[in-house]
């Protein structure tokens, strides 16, 4: 018989700010619904729809009712759509991410100590586009735009709380050409740093790694990118997805899961390799 190593790679699940605005929804849906979301909560189609079944509604801020109950996302939201809501009298539940609030807090803080403020993040990301509305236009750019930074004046620099940890030494090295007083807030979430290393801890020890999220999840994207580093490598979003012929000559498998998979989604996908292979 053919021996088979799986295993579930931890840290593993819901980071710590996605999980506290999850608990708050599935509490509010217990005295009110429908509660309004203006964009999904988590990443992770599945849990999605588990939520629209509870009484969540996804919603565009101009189609949430007056006076409609709306919970915000764990990853802030900007200043122009707190304020359309407002008008509308909306009942307003901010689950944002204390982390996330301690980025915008340091990168108001080193602007108002007369830095010029450098954000390595993507200009895109929801987290992004709340944090840039919370600052004064003129006073910061994004890294990507590093050739239009002024040189010889004072810099801050700030991370997307879920920014690529093995990519920061090299995008320091070419700040640091750019002036002699930078001030640097490493904004990089913990819970982030955990589930990235995961792979580079112990995906040399296996030779097909299967990652489990959502498709429209950027960070399980980028497990998926690290795990094709080690070793061969899936991404399914549920156990269902799985083609056992995909597995070919592998024997040592690791299942991982990105920061917005429940828990409970790796086990089925472990169960069930576990079902069909041994
Ligand atoms: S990744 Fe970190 S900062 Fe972002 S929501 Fe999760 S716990 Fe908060």
């Known amino acids: 018989m053919t021996v088979y190593k799986i295993a579930i790679a931890f840290p593993t699940g819901p980071c710590f700010g996605v999980d506290r605005a ?69 009942d307003v539940i901010d689950a944002v991410c204390p982390l996330v609030e301690h980025l915008h807090r340091k990168a108001r803080e080193m602007i108002d100590e007369g830095r010029f403020l450098i954000i390595v993040a993507d200009p895109h990301h929801q987290e992004t586009r709340a944090l840039v509305s919370h600052l004064p236009e003129g006073k910061y750019a994004f890294y990507k735009d590093i050739g239009s930074i002024p040189q010889g004046q004072p810099l801050g620099v700030i991370f997307q709380t879920t920014y690529e940890y093995a990519k920061v030494p090299d995008i320091l090295k070419d700040i640091y050409s750019l002036s002699d007083d930078i001030r640097i807030v490493n904004t990089i979430c913990p819970a982030t740093r955990g589930r990235q290393g995961v792979i580079d801890k112990v995906g040399h020890k296996y030779d097909f790694i299967v990652v489990v999220g959502g498709k429209n999840s950027a960070n399980t994207r980028r497990l998926y990118e690290k795990a094709l580093r080690y070793a061969d490598a899936i991404w399914i979003e549920q156990a269902k997805d799985i083609n056992v012929e995909s597995l070919g000559y592998h024997r040592n498998i690791l299942i991982v899961g990105g920061a917005s998979t429940p828990i409970e989604h790796l086990i089925e996908v472990y169960l069930h390799f576990k079902k069909v292979i041994q």
């Not at 988590?42 to 007056?66: A, F, T």
């Open 22 to 90: 999850l608990k708050l929804t599935r509490e509010v849906l217990k005295y009110k619904k429908p509660v309004y979301m203006l964009h999904p909560i988590i990443h992770n189609p599945r849990v999605v729809s588990e939520l629209e079944r509870q009484g969540v509604v996804v919603s565009p801020p101009e189609n949430v009712p007056e006076g409609g109950t709306v919970i915000l996302s764990a990853h802030g939201t900007p200043q122009e759509i707190k304020s359309l809501l407002k008008d509308k009298g909306a």
